[in-house]
């Protein structure tokens, strides 16, 4: 699969000569730690890009956005059955572990910083590893904007977005033609 990660142009150079992608690891970042990336869509990577340059204290000084070929390896993807069930479970082991520990679950702050999702999600990469096995990916929907139109139930930022946490997952880096982002 294709994915688009939005970043500044001096790192988009670096990747593209071989560096490797440094995980987000921020405490509110949905999907957990991981390489973030939009799938399937270089218009979104890129306009992620703009507006993170345009918050105080960026680190994004000149917007860009570099491709990449994915193999999602072992995903949880949050689109089927399986993933919902492994996710509600995580959370129910999450919510045990800390009532044990009588310290209170972490929240969601809105639909951007997401501290809930993320100790959720790691806690299924933790019971996943007590277990033996890994996650290399996690796939889910992100809804996000607004409407599109008049009671319409689609949003007009809704996006598939992937953390991968495998850097093997990760085959191949590019640029992304021009022509690709509306421009």
Not at 14 to 23: R, S, T, V
Request: aromatic content about 8%; some cysteine.
């Amino acid at each position: 699969m294709l994915g688009y990660h939005g970043c500044d142009c001096a790192v988009a150079d670096q990747l593209l000569a071989g560096e490797p992608f440094k995980p987000s690891a921020n405490d509110y970042d949905w999907l957990g730690g991981g390489i973030y990336f939009w799938e399937a869509n270089p218009q979104r990577g890129l306009a992620f890009a703009e507006r993170a340059a345009k918050r105080p204290k960026a680190t994004i000084k000149t917007p860009a956005v570099v491709g990449a070929i994915i193999d999602l390896g072992a995903c949880l993807d949050l689109t089927t059955m399986n993933g919902v069930a492994t996710v509600r479970e995580a959370h129910a082991n999450l919510a045990q572990r800390m009532a044990k520990a009588a310290t209170p679950m972490p929240v969601n702050q809105d639909t951007l910083r997401r501290q809930l999702d993320r100790a959720v999600i790691e806690q299924a990469h933790l019971i996943y590893d007590t277990m033996g096995a890994r996650i290399d990916s996690v796939r889910g929907v992100f809804t996000e904007g607004r409407p599109i139109y008049d009671g319409s139930g689609f949003d007009e930022e809704t996006h598939v977005q992937i953390a991968i946490r495998n850097p093997d997952c990760i085959k191949g880096v590019f640029r992304v033609p021009k022509a690709h982002l509306g421009r």
